[in-house]
């Protein structure tokens, strides 16, 4: 089994037991190098979910932040619930504050996404926080839950 494979089972397996920000901080030390991307999954045993950051992001360039949640068995996202998004960034990168649920760019009871522009004003290791609200589900009893998260994006300066 590869090491990134082991790392993330580990934290899907820590965030159920101790739950996700113990997990997410464990996770900003399992990167496996540099990809197109980081990737982390944090959850709880109703819901799994995944925030895809860009990994080569220079200063004065912009990517694409990816919020995902998707329900384990037996439950499901609600699409009748306020559904949105908040993020709070670093001085050094330009981001929305708040997206709501026409903002996603998938809306289902078994998945949601949200793809955010990001852009990087300044070098240096980044983060944005946010919180995904959203209804989760058994059967017909849904609850609204909050999801905090966090993700550290390394901003390169330019090369010329």
Not at 31 to 40: D, F, V
């Amino acid at each position: 089994m590869s090491e990134s494979r082991t790392c993330r089972l580990g934290i899907q397996m820590l965030a159920r037991t101790l739950g996700y920000l113990i997990a997410a901080s464990i996770a900003i030390g399992c990167s496996a190098g540099p990809a197109p991307h980081t990737s982390q999954e944090l959850g709880d045993r109703r819901y799994t979910v995944t925030i895809t950051a860009p990994a080569d992001l220079q200063t004065g360039a912009s990517g694409l932040l990816v919020v995902e949640a998707r329900p384990e068995a037996g439950h499901k996202l609600s699409t009748e619930f306020p559904t949105r998004l908040s993020l709070k960034r670093s001085a050094g990168l330009d981001a929305p504050e708040h997206l709501d649920r026409d903002a996603a760019t998938d809306l289902r009871e078994q998945h949601i996404r949200y793809v955010i522009p990001i852009a990087a004003t300044d070098s240096g290791r980044q983060s944005i926080e946010g919180i995904l609200h959203i209804g989760a589900c058994t059967g017909d009893l849904c609850e609204p839950v909050a999801l905090p998260f966090e993700s550290i994006i390394p901003v390169a300066k330019p090369t010329r």
